[in-house]
């Protein structure tokens, strides 16, 4: 049985838009993917160029879902840099500051759409993203010390119509259900490979 | 002894600018950890405001390392939302896109820093990124189901002043290094609180 089909059962009304979300698309989507689990299978992509330096520009156009490739008419453009102290120009966020930025926006959307499929109204999210990184990791300098965060942590501030307990719950099922959470909380296998 | 000064003072000379990275600014900061851990100690942060649907801003401001604080003059904004098909407005790449970004980022950044530090000149850094994921995570609708990526695939092109064996090297060795690359593959620990 499925837990949002649950939730938005006992919640809102089909046809009703909650937070912005459309819930009765999000019960279409719901009962698609059972008749036909090939529907849930996304696959997303990037293409990434070398600009000099610490300087990387990643551009976001197609992706896979629901059985079809879906194209941006203009592709996302992502720019990356390292600060002066990391030796580069400061003209974008760096790597692992969006790492932070990829899980605010998940886990703020996971409770979003978690609320609406309930019938929940939100007023506001605001969170903040706190990461420790040991910089010997990325030199090689010290067996032990990891290259990426050690820790992250994260506050939530939420208002809604909702009791305290209620939105509680909203922020566990977020850590639950948030695709990048769980990217970075578990082990996902990347296969490298050089094209010549 | 540190891995990344060894390649240094085999490689590349003192003063040098490699990639457009600073080598010998690279083999300060080396020098300085090495007399002093905490210069490599980093915290970094952000801050996330949801703006209705699956829309959320993200901006990064400061960061802490080389035991300061610093700041930039207008912190960098990320907007990120859902296409469509996910109930959103596609206003901008959404939250696994941007672990793709991320990702992207950084494997070509460590490749290219490791490069200049061992005085190997990269013309270019082509690559491309692949991930899979499955919506019953996130929709909650099938026990074992991940939430997040089942798997990432990377396909770099380098352009470089080194034969092949070496190139294979450089890409092995930026797996070796990324802390993005280490945070997706490995586990992260985050600790989630809600704000009264």
Known sequence: MSAIMEETME???????????????????VTAVRGTPEIAKFRFRARNR??????????????????????????FVIEEDEPALLLGDDTGANPVEYVLAALAGCLTTSLVYH????????????SEYEGDLDLRGFL???????NGYESL??????????????????????????PVFDII???????????E
């Open 11 to 29: 919640g809102a009304a089909a046809g009703q838009v909650v937070n912005g979300v459309n819930v009765s698309q999000l019960l279409e989507t």
């Open 50 to 75: 070398w600009l000099g330096g610490g300087r990387n520009r990643t551009t976001i156009g197609d992706f896979d879902g629901a059985l079809q490739t879906h194209r941006r008419a203009q592709p």
């Open 115 to 126: 609320a609406a499929a309930q019938g929940i109204q939100i007023e506001e999210v605001e």
């Open 140 to 146: 090689g300098m010290k067996d032990g010390v990891r």
């Open 153 to 178: 942590r994260v506050t939530f501030r939420v208002k809604a119509d909702a009791p305290e307990e209620k939105i509680r719950e909203l922020v566990e099922l977020a850590q639950r259900r948030s």
């Open 185 to 195: 909380t578990n082990p996902v296998p990347i296969e490298v490979r050089l094209k």
